[in-house]
């Protein structure tokens, strides 16, 4: 293990919900205001190709945790059931909802830190089934119970009981970290802190967010975000769409998000500095998915289209490293890297043997964390899946391919980094579509549990209700009812036979 530490750092895990890669200042973004973020990446590592596993949140967040990738942990769409029992929080969730734990049985690293004495905590957003009961070997279990919802009068689990809290969601969650590292002084033992904001997921209407927040982007461009006149063929009907004049509230209350929860960063970097730690707590920093605030036309992320897409506005995330005096500070690091990542090289940098390694698809990067360069690849790719929406990316090449009917989409990303002329029946490009659908294949192949195969599964982006496959008992597991808007602005219903027709046509 390379990258051993003998004083077993501490880890704080910070992860934003739909941030894209290109919303942080530090990324090249002159108009966003994120401070705290731009000091990490300042001290730290930035990584610019670092990719999710799932472009939606609930999926993602169970790569992360378990380094699995969803057809392995059988979390395919964001969790619309499963987080809260109806009958013990009447007027709560849904109306038939039970408790599901999604990852019951599978090891997290978490599990791992907790059996070698760290204290676990986490802050915010679970979004991963039985938001009541603490698991992953989470000591200190601070809550809240959904995927996302308006950022004022949100109910959070505290000490097993569930309350209201008036205040500004991001703060409050930030509150509940703080508490946490407050309660480590003088324990003795190593700690890992989660904080999982809710922020910048929507809503950013007026009123949602601070105004002091809002009025930094009063007067914004938003240069950094296109507008492009009729949109995107595939636009999803759930999502906020920023068209005319709602387009500069949306996207002022998307940028006061961001810079709310940069606030909420600089708060844990100072108690980390009071309590005399920051140069032995290793600081992490991602989002769940990447996101489309006008970009290619969409509004949304992977699901703010169906079929699913895979643009890197949608796979793409932020991602820095920072520990001061340990890991290089100020690199901008180019290698492709993915949240399945995450759990072997959390592990590795923190000298634990890895007990899932054979089974699970990461390899650590915790080289790169000690200055050190990773060993050579036989070929650098990630791979993502969203259902039976499948992708593999090289550093110059994409392919996308879709279960059962397409389209599929094949671009060149040195020639066309925007994404924009789809090759896929481009005689020329032949033998390389051969080459990369068998590629990807075979990774999947290798990889997938037939019992949790998302490719065999019909998952559109409304959300998942149960477990799926064999675990779900033959349960309906997805949710349906797509509509699309076409070229003409006409919309049209979802019709799998004819859809299928049409999407590839376009």
Not at 47 to 59: D, L, R, T, W
Not at 353 to 369: C, H, I, Q, V, Y
């Amino acid at each position: 293990m390379s990258s051993h530490n003998p004083e077993r750092p501490n880890v704080l895990f910070i992860l934003t919900d739909d941030q894209g890669y290109w919303a942080l200042g530090c990324a090249g973004n002159p108009e966003i205001h994120t401070p705290n973020l731009d000091r990490i990446a300042a001290m730290g590592m930035r990584f610019e190709n670092f990719f999710c596993a799932s472009p939606v949140c609930s999926p993602a967040r169970a790569s992360i945790l378990t380094g699995r990738i969803p057809s392995q942990h059988g979390v395919h769409d964001w969790l619309r059931k499963g987080n809260l029992d109806a009958a013990r929080t009447p007027g709560l969730g849904w109306g038939d909802d039970r408790e599901i734990e999604y990852l019951e049985g599978l090891r997290a690293y978490t599990d791992v830190l907790a059996a070698h004495g760290y204290v676990c905590g986490i802050s915010g957003k679970w979004h991963l089934g039985d938001s009541l009961h603490p698991q992953k070997g989470f000591a200190y279990w601070n809550i809240f119970p959904y995927g996302g919802g308006d950022y004022h009068n949100g109910y959070f689990i505290r000490d097993g009981r569930i309350e209201r809290d008036t205040r500004y969601l991001t703060d409050v969650i930030t509150e509940g970290g703080l508490k946490f590292l407050d309660a480590q002084v003088g324990s003795g033992s190593p700690f890992y802190l989660s904080v999982h904001y809710t922020a910048p997921h929507s809503p950013w209407e007026k009123g949602q967010h601070p105004d002091d927040l809002v009025a930094l982007y009063r007067d914004c461009p938003f240069a950094t975000c296109p507008e492009i006149p009729g949109g995107h063929p595939w636009q999803i009907n759930s999502a906020p769409l920023g068209r005319g004049e709602k387009r500069r509230e949306l996207l002022g209350g998307y940028y006061a998000a961001i810079t709310g929860l940069d606030r909420g960063v600089g708060q844990l970097l100072a108690r980390l500095e009071v309590m005399n730690v920051l140069e032995n707590t290793l600081v992490i920093f991602t989002s769940d998915n990447g996101m489309n605030m006008g970009h290619h036309g969409i509004w949304g992320k992977g699901n703010g289209t169906f079929p699913q897409n895979m643009y890197d506005t949608s796979v793409k995330v932020p991602a820095l490293i920072a520990r001061p005096g340990h890991v290089p500070h100020g690199v901008i690091d180019d290698n492709l890297l993915s949240h399945y990542d995450i759990f072997p090289t959390l592990l590795d940098y923190l000298g634990f043997a890895n007990p899932d390694a054979t089974a699970l698809p990461g390899r650590s990067f915790a080289p790169l964390l000690s200055g050190e360069t990773l060993p050579e690849r036989d070929h650098v790719v990630v791979f993502d899946e969203y259902g039976p929406v499948r992708m593999i990316r090289t550093c110059a090449w994409k392919y996308i391919h879709r279960y059962p009917y397409g389209p599929h989409e094949l671009y060149d990303l040195a020639d066309d980094p925007a994404e924009t002329h789809n090759l896929v029946a481009d005689p020329a490009q032949g033998t390389r579509l051969v080459e990369m659908e068998a590629q990807l294949e075979a990774w999947f192949a290798r990889y997938v549990d037939p019992h949790r195969d998302g490719a065999k599964e019909p998952v559109t982006g409304k959300g998942q209700i149960d477990l799926p496959g064999v675990a779900g008992q033959g349960r309906r597991a997805f949710e349906g009812d797509w509509w699309y808007i076409d070229e003409d602005g006409v919309r049209r219903d979802d019709q799998p036979a004819r859809l299928g027709g049409i999407l590839r046509q376009k």
